[in-house]
Nanobody, 125 residues
Framework: QVQLVESGGGLVQAGGSLRLSCAAS????????MGWFRQAPGKERGFAAA???????DYADSVKGRFTVSRDNAQNTVYLQMNSLKPEGTAVYYC???????????????????WGQGTQVTVSS
């Protein structure tokens, strides 16, 4: 069982920045692929970014160049630094873990095993 707890959401003006954190339980955190998804009102949950156990990263086109995902295996924590935020980035942001041991990052929500409760990010125009 893996528990994920997100923090760092809030209200920010367009063009501003936020850093989300996700603290994970589990003795083998360093072997997990960690992802961030987001869900806007009335829309499906969509992939934003992920980082593999080896440090490889993947980003949705909509956030590439503005968001940075990183991890601290000693602290069992993954981060999402979000810069140049846009109003369309308003959503609930979810941290997720893929514990399968696969090598490559996947973008489908079904590939992930555990989810946090989500943290609200609101970007005002």
């Amino acid at each position: 069982q893996v528990q994920l707890v997100e923090s760092g959401g809030g209200l920010v003006q367009a063009g501003g920045s936020l850093r989300l954190s996700c603290a994970a339980s589990g003795r083998t955190f360093s072997s997990y692929i960690m992802g961030w998804f987001r869900q806007a009102p009335g829309k499906e949950r969509g992939f934003a970014a992920a980082i593999s156990w080896s440090g490889g990263t993947d980003y949705a086109d909509s956030v590439k160049g503005r968001f940075t995902v990183s991890r601290d295996n000693a602290q069992n924590t993954v981060y999402l630094q979000m810069n140049s935020l846009k109003p369309e980035g308003t959503a609930v942001y979810y941290c997720t873990a893929d514990i399968s041991g696969r090598l490559g990052i996947r973008r489908a929500p079904a590939q992930y095993n555990y989810w946090g409760q989500g943290t609200q990010v609101t970007v005002s125009s």
